[in-house]
């Protein structure tokens, strides 16, 4: 009924402000986004190799049929990048609508279905990629069309970026674009991944809006001692030193403290939650209260526990060779992702004096992500977002959420573009089913993604279109 409902409501998909109001027939630019989504499926561009030029040259081809020009950018020739831009009036600065073409791998045989078929069953899409990115490229990918087909005259320029290596090699992706090609992506806001709308009794409770992210600063721990006979045990163990490390690590209290968005979280979470809960949300910032409160937290919501703090989760253990020899050597990684504003130098200063033991060595993972401080939660685009989010969803709350994993717009926050995650809305069963990005079966309810590709159209329509 929902899809019903919107399908008819939304059959006029503009800003009141807008310069004239475009009909279009959700039906059809619905089953035209969800063809795109599964031929995206359908390319094999698991990162590592990526291969993403396969899915650029797509791309291309499809914006070229549409009278759209684009461009390839690869510092790797089998790893491109692909921009497309739609000219405004240059009154406003443009905005960016990025996605990632790239996907992590997956183990077929523990997949219900061909992980690259894009198998469309029971009103959902299957497939590597639904959630994790090819949603938003998809979704992109036809609001350029759009606006194409409409002949919308824009303020600004509207840029799209299908980059490649977000799974973990970013240096043929977003780092080479921002590095080399910055002028052609250059915007003053930008729309990708990484936001949420949850469902609750078939209606959207809330809509979530990554404002911002914390940053991916993982430790390996090394630790030394005397090897010997495994008979003879010895004080020298790497193997307790390290478990002793990791236990300091893995069980140390981190200091809580909130940004905009967090604060703004949790005060609109206490506003749509029963009372007990909404007593918890009002009072994150009680000093009083706090530690019962993280406990809580940490036991119940850890999602909640986690954008309170800088997070440390010990989670690979790597020691001895023979079970009757007691290695000099033993290592553990540490997951640690910071708070935007932390200091990577002080906290590991502090992890050190947490551990407290000189036979054990902190070495720090490369780091691939920039720092970035919070997008803006008073701006025209949040507003916009909030706006267009109460017009499709009235019952819905928008929440500004921090995001507890990463994306590449971490780079391109950090050279000043306001960015915002936006997309589809699931189920808390869905959310809980381990159908998820990077998980098996992964895939995405039809309805679902064609209101995300409305959802991207009105807020594109209401920030860029000329009024």
């Given at each position: 009924m929902r899809w019903i409902f919107l399908l008819f409501s939304f059959l006029c998909a503009a800003s009141a402000n807008a310069q004239q109001t475009y009909l279009i027939d959700w039906?059809?630019?619905?089953?035209?986004?969800?063809?795109?989504?599964?031929?995206?499926?359908?390319?094999?561009?698991?990162?590592?190799?990526?291969?993403e030029t396969d899915v650029a040259t797509y791309l291309q081809a499809v914006l070229a049929e549409e009278g759209l020009e684009s461009e390839l950018y690869a510092l790797e020739e089998s790893r491109a990048n692909l921009v497309s831009r739609i000219k405004g009036n240059g009154s406003k600065r443009p905005i960016l609508l990025m996605g990632h073409t790239d996907v992590v791998g997956v183990q077929a045989?523990?997949?219900?279905?061909?992980?690259?078929?894009?198998?469309r069953q029971d009103g959902f899409i299957y497939g590597r990629g639904t959630l994790d990115d090819k949603d938003n490229v998809a979704a992109a990918l036809m609001v350029m069309k759009l606006l194409k087909r409409y002949g919308v005259a824009l303020d600004r320029d509207v840029i799209f970026l299908a980059e490649s290596g977000e799974e973990g090699t970013p240096e043929v992706g977003i780092n080479f674009m921002v590095d080399k090609h910055f002028d052609v992506i250059d915007a003053e806001y930008c729309l990708a991944e990484g936001g949420q709308n949850v469902i609750e009794h078939d209606e959207v409770k809330t809509v979530g809006i990554e404002t911002t992210e914390k940053m991916p600063r993982r430790v390996t721990l090394v630790a030394r001692g005397t090897p010997s006979h495994g008979s003879k045990p010895t004080l020298q163990n790497a193997v307790l030193i390290l478990a002793s490390a990791v236990a300091k690590a893995g069980t140390w209290q981190t200091e809580v403290r909130f940004n905009d968005t967090t604060r703004a979280y949790f005060q609109r979470m206490a506003e749509i939650s029963d009372p007990e809960d909404a007593y918890r949300y009002n009072n994150v910032e009680n000093s009083e209260e706090s530690e019962a409160i993280q406990q809580y937290f940490l036991e119940k919501f850890p999602y909640h526990y986690s954008i309170s703090r800088t997070s440390v989760a010990p989670t690979v253990i790597d020691a001895g060779f023979r079970k009757n020899v007691i290695p000099s050597e033993a290592s553990a990684i540490l997951d640690i992702r910071m708070l935007p504003d932390e200091s990577v130098e002080e906290f590991y200063a502090q992890l050190a004096a947490v551990i407290d033991d000189p036979r054990v060595e902190i070495v720090p993972e490369r780091i691939y992500r920039p720092a970035a401080p919070p997008s803006e939660i008073d701006n025209e685009m949040f507003q916009t977002l909030e706006r267009v989010?109460?017009?499709?969803y009235p019952s819905a709350t928008v929440l500004p959420v921090m995001s507890t994993g990463a994306t590449d717009m971490a780079q391109v926050r950090a050279r000043g573009m306001q960015s915002y995650g936006i997309g589809p809305a699931r189920s808390?069963?869905?959310?809980?089913?381990?159908?998820?990005?990077?998980?098996?079966?992964?895939?995405?309810?039809?309805?679902?993604?064609?209101?995300?590709?409305?959802?991207?159209?009105?807020?594109?329509?209401?920030?860029?279109a000329t009024r």
């Open positions: 039906g059809e630019v619905g089953a035209e986004s969800i063809d795109h989504l599964v031929e995206l499926i359908q390319i094999d561009s698991s990162n590592p190799p990526g291969n045989d523990k997949w219900y279905a061909d992980p690259f078929s894009g198998m989010a109460k017009q499709m808390v069963e869905e959310i809980n089913s381990g159908f998820g990005a990077h998980g098996d079966n992964e895939r995405i309810s039809e309805e679902a993604f064609v209101e995300l590709v409305q959802f991207m159209w009105n807020v594109v329509i209401e920030v860029a």
